[in-house]
């Protein structure tokens, strides 16, 4: 059984484990229909075209460069239910573009109706984290997070992919005429380019272009728009008073950010104090966080600090999906923790030891915590929503050839 979490120390041993599922039979995946037209050669792919000033090019793998037709190959493989063992889910059945591919859910539902143990992510600027998901570090890049809800099986199951249908899943891709061409064009160097390595890597190179800089909060960098009075309090307190900056910095609004110039790869984890079940601090169980995998008792209820990106979009909140709004959430920090009253969860989550201390000097008013949440209100890219770039392939195209979307859709 291919497991989520294992021992941050024996993750090369999951990773080993998956080159087994990248071959599959894929006698006939280079048989092209000479009578469909044939795709455009992969150009080169122009960051620039897509980041305006303050954005750094996020981090590329080498071995796994950028084209249009890969981006594009990725989109569909992310919105194609035959990628699921019994072919009723894809990964946007948890991840919804109108959601900022987050899915609106505390916990999500995979393909053989099992809850996952956490909340799904919104992926817009995806790019930009060190390591993946709500706290494994080793999940360092996009390609080796795509295996996880591709192939775990332990702890919800997600897309549901196996050794017993792994050929199956293959074989429904081989019978697409778009994907038939498609995967060739892109990855030349493969015999049999349909694979779940190439799969893989396309699908990572879409969600590298999950792109977000549109907010108020950039126009007004841009120089494009003012902030209201209260949006302008709001962000004085985030950088200020509230302490918000200390954890949620940069541009990206998380201190867990990379990109193509960065030297050196923070990861940080921080326990914001949501539980505290038998008074020395203990989170629920699959909730721990970073003690899952790197099992010192300082890492409990340590999680990856997430972007505010879009932040309206996302509810409900943190790893868990406990908090339903952005008002809980302020309130959550102005207290100091979270205090659970009664229940199986109860415990005070204010007390709890491994929090992180900057929480002690969050001191909110009322009207501050209004003013805080207006701002975080500027940081909604309205366009994610809508961008056609990142829309559902299947749901305008009759023949799956359709490459017209043009950089230009980005805008929008
Ligand atoms: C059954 C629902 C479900 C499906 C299907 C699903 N995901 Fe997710 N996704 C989640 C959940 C839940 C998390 C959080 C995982 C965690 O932290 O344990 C997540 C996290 C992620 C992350 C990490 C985001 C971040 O901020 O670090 C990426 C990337 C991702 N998913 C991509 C995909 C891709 C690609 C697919 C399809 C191959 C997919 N997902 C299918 C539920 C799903
Ligand atoms: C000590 C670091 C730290 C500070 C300071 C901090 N945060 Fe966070 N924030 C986190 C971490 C870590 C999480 C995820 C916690 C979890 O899921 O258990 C989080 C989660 C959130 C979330 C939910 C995100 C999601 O995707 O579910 C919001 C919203 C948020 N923080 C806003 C704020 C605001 C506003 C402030 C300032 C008042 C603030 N944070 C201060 C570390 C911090």
Not at 67 to 81: T, V
Not at 325 to 346: D, F, P, Q, W
């Amino acid at each position: 059984m291919i497991r989520r979490v294992l021992s941050f120390k024996n993750s090369a041993a999951l990773w080993a484990v998956f080159p087994f599922f990248m071959l599959g039979g894929c006698s006939d995946a280079n048989s092209v229909d000479s009578a469909k037209p044939s795709l455009p050669v992969a150009e080169t792919w122009d960051w620039s075209a897509y980041l305006p000033m303050g954005f750094p090019e996020p981090f590329v793998p080498a071995d796994n460069p950028m084209s249009e037709a890969k981006f594009q190959l990725g989109r569909h493989l992310f919105y194609d239910k035959r990628l699921s063992g019994n072919g009723t889910q894809a990964c946007a059945s948890c991840h919804f573009q109108h959601l900022a591919f987050s899915d609106g859910r505390s916990k999500a539902v995979g393909s053989t109706g099992e809850l996952t143990a956490r909340s799904a992510q919104s992926l817009v600027n995806v790019a930009y984290y060190a390591s993946l998901t709500w706290a494994n570090p080793a999940l360092s890049s996009l390609e080796r997070q795509a295996m996880v809800p591709l192939f775990v099986e332990d702890v919800g199951v997600e897309m549901g992919v196996n050794e017993n249908n792994k050929t199956q899943v293959l074989a429904r891709l081989q019978e697409d005429a778009y994907y038939v061409q498609a995967f060739p064009s892109v990855f030349p160097d493969y015999p049999q380019a349909i694979n779940f390595d190439t799969v893989v890597k396309a699908l990572a190179a879409f969600q590298r272009g999950l792109l977000s800089v549109n907010s108020k909060f950039d126009r007004v960098e841009r120089g494009e728009e003012l902030f209201s009075p209260t949006e302008q309090r709001g962000k004085q307190l985030f950088y200020g008073k509230a302490q918000c900056v200390q954890c949620h910095s940069g541009f990206h609004f998380s201190n867990h950010s990379f990109n193509a110039n960065s030297h050196r790869v923070k990861r940080s984890y921080h326990n914001t104090g949501l539980y505290n079940l038998d008074g020395q601090g203990a989170y629920p169980e699959h909730q721990q966080g970073l003690i899952e995998v790197m099992p010192q008792k300082s890492n409990m209820g340590k999680f990856r600090v997430p972007t505010l990106r879009n932040i309206a979009l996302t509810a409900p909140y943190m790893h868990d999906g406990s908090v339903a709004t952005l008002e809980e959430v302020i309130a959550h920090y102005t207290a100091g923790g979270r205090e659970i009253s009664a229940g199986k969860l109860a415990g005070d989550g204010r007390e709890n030891p491994f929090k992180d201390p900057l929480l002690n000097r969050i001191d909110l008013t009322a009207a501050e915590q209004q003013d805080l949440l207006a701002f975080l209100h500027t940081l909604t890219d309205p366009t994610i929503a809508t961008n056609a770039r990142f829309s559902n392939p299947f749901q305008t195209e009759t023949t799956h050839l359709d490459f017209t979307s043009s950089k230009a859709d980005f805008y929008e």
